[in-house]
T-cell receptor, first 113, second 114 residues
């Protein structure tokens, strides 16, 4: 089925470990996004990629890096995980900018201990 | 600055009751877009509706309806004859041509009791 695929679905890290969250879309969308969702705070944008080859910081970029590998794939890397990064992470894509609406992945529940 | 406020943190109703979720937004842009998304207990985020600022017609889709009022900067969502499957967190979001990202409300958790 067409959509946004995120891996892994669950992950437990120790403080200081690194990991990469993978995201791929097959809808030929130009823009991709990484959000984090914390209780009572809605969705906060970490990074986005308006088009292949570009990335920009969102509201909460500290502690994260991203790579837009190609039009389909947009990865999120935590270089040195901290307990404050315990969250649910969502990847999303849109045809152009967010005003066209997003298609979201199923989310990654990350716990940093 | 742009902002979305969903003042209702949690709403609990009995099945078959009607329920309205409030969304109030702030923007200085004349062209903007409003969205509602649903997040059921399974966790995925599902797109429900998109409305642009030039279209103030109310929208009805089955048991769902949306009331957009520019005069009060509100875009409220009503579920008629609610069902247990409507239990979810509902998010309102705002977009505009001057801002690449959507601005999200904190969400309203809707609990439908059988």
């Amino acid at each position: 089925n067409a959509g946004v695929t995120q891996t892994p679905k669950f992950q437990v890290l120790k403080t200081g470990q690194s990991m990469t969250l993978q995201c791929a879309q097959d809808m030929n969308h130009n823009s991709m996004y990484w959000y984090r969702q914390d209780p009572g705070m809605g969705l906060r944008l970490i990074y986005y990629s308006a088009s292949e080859g570009t990335t920009d910081k969102g509201e909460v970029p500290n502690g994260y890096n991203v790579s837009r590998l190609n039009k389909r794939e947009f990865s999120l890397r935590l270089e040195s995980a901290a307990p404050s990064q315990t969250s649910v992470y969502f990847c999303a894509s849109s045809f152009r900018d967010g005003n066209y609406g997003y298609t979201f992945g199923s989310g990654t529940r990350l716990t940093v201990v | 600055a742009q902002k979305v406020t969903q003042a209702q943190t949690e709403i609990s109703v009995v099945e078959k009751e009607d329920v309205t979720l409030d969304c109030v937004y702030e923007t200085r842009d004349t062209t903007y877009y409003l969205f509602w998304y649903k997040q059921p207990p399974s966790g995925e985020l599902v797109f429900l509706i998109r409305r642009n600022s030039f279209d103030e017609q109310n929208e009805i889709s089955g048991r769902y309806s949306w009331n957009f009022q520019k005069s009060t900067s509100s875009f409220n969502f009503t579920i008629t004859a609610s069902q247990v499957v409507d239990s979810a967190v509902y998010f309102c979001a705002l977009g505009s041509d001057s801002n690449y990202q959507l601005i999200w409300g904190a969400g309203t958790k809707l609990i439908i009791k059988p």
